[in-house]
């Protein structure tokens, strides 16, 4: 119940194309669901997050969509270029208790062809 | 520093001896976590820190892995008796706080025991 599944594995897109990647999950009590990029040698870094009492969030080019009935939340890169060519890991948390654990997905080699 | 820091940020070590790898985290944050990145794999939650409580070490693989942090500074966490199973990827974060901010990630320290 804890576990947090993602995919695909990996993705290649074309410059300029949209980049999906989804998560599912399955404990209705997470209240927390972070993307982090994380680029090789590199520890990863937050990109967007949302919380599931709203749909959509939108950042620049970035955006979550979330489905709180399905248990679904994916991560949405439009106008994809090759600078965004990274590891992608969703994560969920119950927060405001305990240690707030993320608990990973197991990451998606995105590469955006020029 | 600006960010988390890590050292070493490569370790090769033999089967069979300790190691100990440790996380500068950002100046003032309470919070710090340790996870452990197999290769081509997720994060795995290993130890959290919050403040002066005691630790939440629910994620620690073993009775050979042990983490300290003295305040709110420095921790280090040791592998005993390292097995090849072990070789990973260490990182660790820190949070602002146990209810706000995001967890900001080190560059990690790579373990490899032959």
């Known amino acids: 119940q804890q576990q947090v599944k993602q995919s695909p594995q990996s993705l290649i897109v074309q410059k300029g194309g949209i980049s999906i990647i989804n998560c599912a999950y399955e404990?209705?009590?997470?209240?927390?669901f972070p993307w982090y990029q994380q680029f090789p040698g590199k520890g990863p870094a937050l990109l967007i997050a949302?919380?599931?009492?709203?749909s959509e969030k939108k950042e620049g080019r970035f955006t979550i969509s979330f489905n709180k009935s399905a248990k679904q939340f994916s991560l949405h890169i439009m106008d994809s270029q090759p600078g965004d060519s990274a590891t992608y890991f969703c994560?969920?948390?119950?927060?405001?208790?305990?240690?707030?654990?993320?608990?990973f997905g197991q990451g998606t080699r995105l590469t955006i062809n020029p | 520093g600006a960010g988390v820091s890590q050292s070493p940020s490569n370790k090769v070590t033999e089967k069979g001896k300790d190691v100990e790898l440790r996380c500068d985290p950002i100046?003032?944050?309470?919070?710090l976590y340790w996870y452990r990145q197999r290769l081509g794999q997720g994060l795995e939650f290993l130890i959290y820190?919050?403040?002066?409580?005691?630790?939440?070490k629910s994620g620690l693989p073993s009775d050979r892995f042990s983490a300290e942090r003295t305040g709110e500074s420095v921790s280090t966490l040791t592998i005993q008796r390292t097995q090849q199973e072990d070789s990973a990827v260490y990182l660790c974060?820190?949070?602002?706080?146990?209810?706000?901010?995001?967890?900001?990630f080190g560059p990690g320290t790579r373990l490899t025991v032959l």
């Open positions: 974060a820190s949070r602002a706080s146990s209810l706000a901010g995001g967890r900001f």
């Open positions: 404990n209705t009590a997470f209240d927390y």
């Open positions: 949302i919380r599931p009492d709203v």
């Open positions: 994560a969920a948390s119950i927060e405001g208790q305990g240690a707030q654990k993320l608990v």
């Open positions: 100046s003032g944050h309470t919070a």
């Open positions: 820190f919050q403040g002066n409580s005691a630790p939440d």
